[in-house]
């Protein structure tokens, strides 16, 4: 097992999960010139010293450290020769400063990074959105070391298993994520993944403070709970189907959270058990980040329910996963296949009570999307 990461630029954080599989951190600084894959305002302030600092204890450690340069527009600014400069000059500072790789979603980022340093590593992100195998062979052909799935891709082992197959002749890794929770398939994602790289670049969109793409995935899962089912994180007990076919490398996400809540799940794949609410592991951005935005414009109350939610992951029948080696919810209805749905009646608890689904469906208020702007407060 080899874990991937997420810092949040503590450089406690390393010690605690020093002891575990963690080859790798992954992180950014804040605002910077291109943009990467998570809003600025949900991350701590990192100088050019603290990134340094923060690498160089990595490495003290036998970590490496991967930057996020994962932005999914470059708007057109690959036609700048001054931008194109700057680009030049940053990726040189940075490894100056230690940095062993990048996570780039760009073909453009690949070609230009390779460059000057034809044998940096690169990651192709899951801001890429590879789920088909021609496109993880054009990411290998383009000389990426790690292709990292589109979630949603997590439960279909045709694919994966082909897509490691193919990566070892490349010499290369094929890398899934463990604790995202967007929404199987979800209409969301791509306009997701681009306000967040406008989100947190230095040129890009200012004093917003909620991601508006959350509260539309939010609403989904308000209106049905077996949304989170469907959800296609892993759970630390089904490492091993990844295992079985050759992925050994596991991304796990929280560039925003707090020091022992890393630690925390690092322990949880580490040791291949969670005991208690699966959710507390998962990035779970639908409950936590939408209701606390909600509550700042006293506008919560259809999401609060999203607070109470429990799901027990001792309650998940042993060989649970094993469903979709054979199912192809690719290619199926989810209100015909009705598998999600069962397994959420097992495992979800709602304020301690059994899970039932919501009679009264909401459509999300999109009106509240400019309020997500603060005029002269502070953002944080
Ligand atoms: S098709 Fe079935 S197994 Fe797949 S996500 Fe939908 S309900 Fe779940």
Known sequence: MRLVVATNFDNDLIEKISK????????????????????SFILPKVNDEKLKEHISVAHSYKIKFLYTMNTA?????????????KLKNEIEKLINFGVDGFI???????????????????????????????KVEEYLQMGANTVIMDEDTNRNFTLLEASAKLAKKYNADIEVITNNTCL???????????????????DGVKNVWFEYPVLFCATEVRNDFANIIRMRWIRPEDLHYYEEIGIDRFKIAGRNKKTDWLVNVVKAYSEREYKGNLLDILSYVQGRATTSALRRINESSNYEILMKVYVDNAQFPPNWLSYFKYNRCEERSCE????????????????????FQQQEKFKPQIELIPRFVSHGEDNR
Do not use: M
């Open 336 to 355: 015909e296949c009705r598998y999600c749905d069962i397994i959420a009646e097992k495992v979800i608890k709602i304020d301690g009570k059994p899970f």
């Open 184 to 202: 199987w398939s979800c209409p969301y994602k791509l306009i997701h993944d681009q306000v967040t790289s406008y989100l947190s670049a230095k």
């Open 104 to 134: 780039v979603a760009l073909p453009f980022l690949i070609y230009f990074i390779r460059k000057e340093h034809p044998d940096i590593e690169v990651s192709v992100s899951s801001f890429a959105r590879i789920t088909n195998i021609r």
């Open 73 to 85: 527009n470059l708007h057109g600014k690959e036609y700048d020769e001054h931008f194109l400069n």
């Open 20 to 39: 575990y599989p963690v080859k790798y951190i992954y992180g950014s600084q804040t605002e910077t010139l291109t943009g990467h894959g998570r809003a």
